[in-house]
């Protein structure tokens, strides 16, 4: 649905959102429900455009800057582990459920 992809809970060792999560009309939701579906230390990797860079000709709407996507994504308990710069356009970051099962 639109709040909830009806996973099962601690179920999922990684989910990989490809230019989706700035689609999401209610992400705090969603990523709450995706969180749950985790099982703990399950890791999330979010690939989006890069909002900090005006060169990359994408919309600002489909674009997330780094700093944005730290909060979000904390705001529904992942934690940020790491970005990598191997994309040209876009982030790589790499967020993880804690252990706390």
Do not use: C
């Not at 099962?8 to 989706?20: F, G, H, Q, R, Y």
């Not at 999560?21 to 939701?29: I, T, V």
């Not at 990523?31 to 230390?41: D, F, L, R, W």
């Amino acid at each position: 649905s639109e709040t909830n992809p009806n996973l099962p809970e601690a179920s999922i060792d990684l989910v990989l959102l490809v230019d989706a999560y700035h689609e999401f009309e209610f992400p705090h939701e969603v990523m709450q429900n995706i969180y749950m579906s985790m099982k703990p230390g399950g890791q999330l990797v979010l690939i989006e455009y890069r909002g900090e860079d005006p060169k990359i000709r994408i919309k600002p709407l489909h674009k997330m800057t780094e700093k944005q996507s730290i909060a979000e994504l904390e705001a529904a308990g992942l934690v940020w582990q790491e970005t990598l710069n191997i994309l040209p356009q876009q982030h790589f970051m790499i967020f993880a459920r804690p252990n706390e099962l």
